[in-house]
């Protein structure tokens, strides 16, 4: 396997809305230091065994046990969301990193509740809902600098579910204390607003949202897909590169002690370095403190019929930048 990386000796860019931490950190970049976790899938004997019906917590509360897991024990089905309704192992397409052999294929269709397509649809307006395939991780402290790093196929855009919107997803589950305002009951004294701090979860990420030839607004001519960061310090979405060419590509990124996530990728399958930095923030204005674990997300249409598109994914692998650890990182 491909690895070089180190870090980036940058100072990060303050950020207007938000007073910064006494110390700014160097950014690391993501593949820097020791393998924590890893998945190369060049076991063709790679399996998953799915316990229908699926998970659909966010939807209608219902976790449905037992979860789905790989035969290698690394994944399993999101309780939260459910896994993709098709995971294999897959041959590399072409252009891979050099000597791999075998990927993780994920598709789906009915991606929100079992039995229950346009839920969603009926619900809120939204022509889509999501599974989630999760790597069973290792809680880093963001101390250690953790990052992630992940090569993702890109197929030829007439292989593509044909709907505007977010296709994939690749984040990690992180935590982090977050204060809460909430109403108080008192006896005979009616309510007051408290401020409490709660340990709250969030997924920092990329997105890559698909954009049909002949969606509205498209003025391009041609179709193309575009990488989405989440997110800012307010949860929204950063823009990032426009794709306009199908293909492999590297997404990585790291989060350093002062909670910052650093967002980096480029086309093709070379480590990634310095200069694909795209953009920093602070997540939700969380201090976040651990780095529990990265997945992916599918989504589709949610109608019963619409397919979503097919991602192949390879050497998902999550590292520690800082610590003592047993695994180093080798090449392949």
């Known amino acids: 396997m491909l690895r070089s990386a180190a870090y980036v000796n940058i100072l990060l860019f303050a950020t207007p809305v938000l007073l910064q931490p006494a110390i700014s950190f160097a950014q690391v970049v993501p593949g820097t230091g020791t393998v924590i976790s890893v998945d190369n899938f060049e076991d063709p004997n790679f399996s998953y065994t799915p316990h229908l019906p699926k998970s659909s917590k966010e939807e209608d509360g219902q976790i449905r046990y037992p979860l789905g897991e790989s035969n290698n024990g690394m994944w399993f089905e999101s309780p939260k969301r459910g896994a993709p309704d098709s995971v294999k192992w897959a041959e590399a397409p072409l252009g891979a990193i050099p000597g791999s052999t075998g990927c993780l294929y994920l598709r789906s269709r009915d991606t929100g509740i079992p039995g229950t397509p346009g839920f969603n649809f009926r619900k809120s307006g939204t022509h889509q809902a999501q599974d989630d395939f999760i790597m069973r991780g290792r809680p880093l402290s963001v101390a250690n ?55 709250e979860p969030y997924y920092p990420g990329f997105f890559i949202q698909y954009t049909p030839k002949d969606a509205p607004g498209n003025t391009t001519g041609a179709p193309f897909a575009q990488l989405l960061l989440r997110s800012d310090e307010l949860g929204h979405e950063m823009q990032g590169p426009v794709i306009k060419e199908p293909g492999w590509w590297t997404l990585g990124m790291s989060v350093t002690p002062d909670s910052r996530v650093h967002y980096y990728a480029h086309a093709g399958v070379e480590d990634l370095t310095q200069r694909d930095h795209i953009r920093s923030s602070l997540p939700y204005r969380i201090r976040g403190t651990t780095f529990n674990t990265i997945f992916f997300n599918v989504c589709s249409a949610d109608n019963g019929t619409s397919w979503s598109t097919p991602w192949i994914i390879d ?18």
Do not use: C
């Open 145 to 199: 600098s953790p990052s992630a790093v992940v090569r993702v196929y890109l197929p030829e855009w007439e292989n593509w579910e044909q709907r505007h919107g977010v296709s994939f997803g690749f984040r990690a589950g992180m935590q982090g204390p977050m204060e809460k305002e909430k109403e108080v009951r008192r006896p005979f004294r009616g309510t007051r607003k408290q401020t409490t701090t709660e340990i």
């Open 315 to 332: 050497d998902p692998t999550v590292y520690a930048g800082t610590g003592s650890f047993v695994q180093q990182a080798t090449s392949r």
